[in-house]
């Protein structure tokens, strides 16, 4: 009796080491390592971000652009002690190349901003491309609900500056109101001195904007590279802003840069009701000067305080960056430094800080750092003559977000939705009461600079009590309403569900286990078989086999351009020669009067 053949029996081994080396690649989930330069914003139970550069785990490539918009979900607990694992985030593809963020560092290629309100995202600034100052009278808009990317005309006239980046910015979703000025575009160097005001209304209606200027006084903090929040003081809130550059004329401090730093004593007020910038001197443990930081807000339970955490940014004079934390409690405008704990970064031997990221604040108690380039530095004496980029490709040492808990200043390892927030003894040991709020020191110890500020400080916006995906307004925010499952378009894709994610790693168990399985009876088949088998029978017979080709791992998407990405050598500011043009320096008139702002388009 003749034996079997044998010829089949490698290429059906073959064949399952390929099915093996498949289940192993797709069991693999992908993650994000890092983001610089994005725009971000928490809307309704999620934080969503774009544009800027990116790195993750499997592709190997340095910082690079993407052509998606993500979302991290935060209606429940989340893992932040390392990589994000994308299978968590929700996707939808961007509508336009012109929101994918630039390569650095290209011109305009820097962080833009999301303007929006309860349920609206609207893509602002930070534009590349020829849509970049081509959209004058549109913004792209992503509505939440629908998770749907819709062209959006604005009422108005040509103010967009939708090449324009880096300026500061804030948002006040219960109005609808959003603002923008400073950067490379507005307020700049003596020309479009003003803010862009933008209001989308909670509505149908179409968004309008106006480009408010002052005629006389405080033009603004003309700002570069800073930041601004909104405060829920005055009869309709308040803008602070500060940090980053002055950018009204050219400065002194450095011979190879055109612009000094603001010192962190002076306070820029924007009062909404009566369209006035005001400057508020602060006073305590006043930060260093430093830009390409970010910050975000906490008022205590009884609104008797609010807090500005910021954390960060970039040290242009000493070339590092900063890993503190500072606090500056409104409205005694005192600046508190913070022993923070737990820092992510500060684990290892290094001690790097973290410039270009972002801050979002979830119902006061957390503060979610997203992105940053992460910088460690050697020194002798005062300067640094080292500097190194440390996650300029995948840092798994480095998480891509870190959450700072903002009644205790301690770094988290896991986002919790469910926390309260409560004012932390650092602050409270200052201006005086308790966990709860009743501070006792409620004005500047310098004096206020106006008298119109005293009025503006002793007034106070009720809390939105809008909550998401309802249209009533009797509930408190504090507790948003999770979202179900999403109304995607086809573009749009949510994250999988704890059971799917569960059902999908038991399958790469079993699967791998079945096939291990199946190999190791292979093998024994095939000894036993050598044993019993007539040496007669070749081993082989007809045409030698060939091994079927791998597919190949997703390598990673660029969707801008050709150029490869640049490492960023100088951390956010123009190296000496650039190019970039500048006006004549103007010099500000000198007033202390608040301005009254006008309503004007510039041309």
Known sequence: MMARPTSWRPIRLCSWIYLLLQTLHYCHARSLCGI???????????????????????????????SMLYWLPLNASVDVSGPIDVSVLGTSDLPSDALSGGKDPISGGFAGTFFYDRTSLYAYAGMVGPEADGINNALWSFNTTSNAWKLVEVQGGKIAFGNNSEGVHASDPGTGYSFYTGGWEV????????????????????????????????????????AMVYLRKGQSGVLVAFGGYQTAYRGTEFAAWNWDRRPFTDIYIYDIFSNMWYMQKATGDIPDPRTEFCAGVSSAPDDSSFQITIHGGWDQLHGYAFNDVYVLSIPSFRWIKVDDSNNPDLLGDATPGRNRHKCDVWNETQLIVSGGQVNSKSNVGKFSLINENLNERCNKTYPPIKVLDTSTYTWRTQFDPSLE?????????????????????????????????????????????????????TSSPSSPTPTGTSQNDDQATNKLSGGAIAGIVVGCVAGVAILAGALLWYRRRKASAQRTETGNVPLMEGPSWQKPELDSVNAARYELGTQPFLGHEVHGEDAPGSVRKYASPVELADSSRPAELGDQTPH
């Open 36 to 66: 610089i330069d994005q725009r971000t914003a928490i809307v309704g139970d999620r934080l969503f971000f774009a544009s800027g550069n990116y790195t993750f785990d499997d592709d190997g490539q340095p910082m690079h652009n993407t």
């Open 187 to 226: 307020a700049y160097n003596g020309t479009h001195n003003g803010t862009v005001k933008f209001q989308c209304f909670n509505s149908n209606v179409a968004p309008q904007w106006t480009f408010m200027t002052a005629t006389a006084g405080i033009q603004g903090p003309d700002i570069l590279k800073g």
């Open 421 to 473: 927030y409560t004012v932390p003894g650092a602050v409270t040991a200052i201006i005086g009461g308790n966990s709860s709020g009743g501070a006792t020191l409620k004005s500047p110890s310098s004096g206020w600079a106006s008298d119109d500020l005293d009025g503006i400080f002793k007034q106070t916006v009720p809390r939105n009590l809008y909550v998401y995906g309802s249209n009533s307004n």
